[in-house]
């Protein structure tokens, strides 16, 4: 596809259960990036990717929560015994260049439509 | 630290009327300062950046914002509202310069009325 797909778009678990968030980016996208919306809220950032190696992940929330990128193309955000509060938007989005703070990018950041993601 | 504050949760202005939106940062570094913008159902969209430069920016659809650095804001602002610019509207400062490690504000939805 065009943009950045995510999958499922809509996810509702039970507390305890682990859940897989996919995000397939633009295609030739270097850079991968996830984001948690609350309701009400902006996005929060959670982790990024360069290629296939993890560069920050400072934004998990506990370690419950991973990410992986094993390939340097499709992610996987794990968010294992899942806890009410996990309830929120996951979003995820990609660009063309690498990021960091000794590579300046000012480049575009395409999101896709986002997981909602449900914790009863 | 750097933080974001978008003032008004909701905002409304008739069809052909300015738009306005405020947005302040507070960050120890120059920023990098973004508005994105988020249609129902849809991913968010940048409308447009500062990075380094011109103060005014001009993004798509019309929209512009100034940093001003004397005031800590980037407002986003367009001349006349169309029925299509009813979104929710994201003021975002980069954490680390060069990364898209955001600070997102916490969002103003726009009502555009007939």
């Known amino acids: 596809g065009a943009g950045v797909s995510q999958s499922p778009r809509y996810k509702v678990t039970k507390r305890g259960q682990d859940v897989a968030l996919r995000c397939d980016p633009i295609?030739?996208?270097?850079?991968l990036y996830w984001y948690r919306q609350a309701l009400g809220q902006g996005p929060e950032f959670l982790t990024y990717f360069n290629y296939e190696a993890q560069q920050d992940k400072s934004g998990l929330p506990n370690d419950r929560f991973s990410a992986e990128r094993p390939e340097g193309s499709i992610s996987t955000l794990t968010i294992q015994r899942t806890e009410q509060r996990d309830s929120a938007m996951y979003r995820c989005?990609?660009?063309?260049?690498?990021?960091?703070?000794?590579?300046?990018?000012?480049?575009?950041?395409?999101f896709g439509e986002g997981s909602r993601l449900t914790v009863l | 630290a750097q933080s974001v504050t978008q003032l008004g949760s909701h905002v409304s202005v008739s069809e052909g009327a300015l738009v306005l939106l405020r947005c302040n940062y507070s960050?120890?570094?120059?920023?990098?300062l973004f508005w994105y913008v988020q249609y129902p159902n849809q991913g968010l969209q940048l409308l447009l950046k500062?990075?380094?430069?011109?103060?005014l920016v001009k993004g798509i659809n019309g929209f512009e914002a100034e940093f001003k650095k004397s005031e800590t804001s980037f407002h986003l602002t367009k001349p006349s509202a169309h029925m299509s610019d009813a979104a929710e509207y994201f003021c975002?400062?980069?954490?680390?310069?060069?990364?898209?490690?955001?600070?997102f504000g916490t969002g103003t939805r726009l009502k555009v009325l007939a």
């Open positions: 295609s030739g996208h270097v850079s």
């Open positions: 960050s120890s570094v120059p920023p990098y």
């Open positions: 989005a990609s660009s063309l260049r690498a990021g960091g703070a000794l590579r300046p990018n000012t480049g575009e950041l395409f």
């Open positions: 975002a400062v980069s954490l680390t310069s060069g990364t898209y490690k955001y600070i």
């Open positions: 500062y990075t380094t430069g011109a103060t």
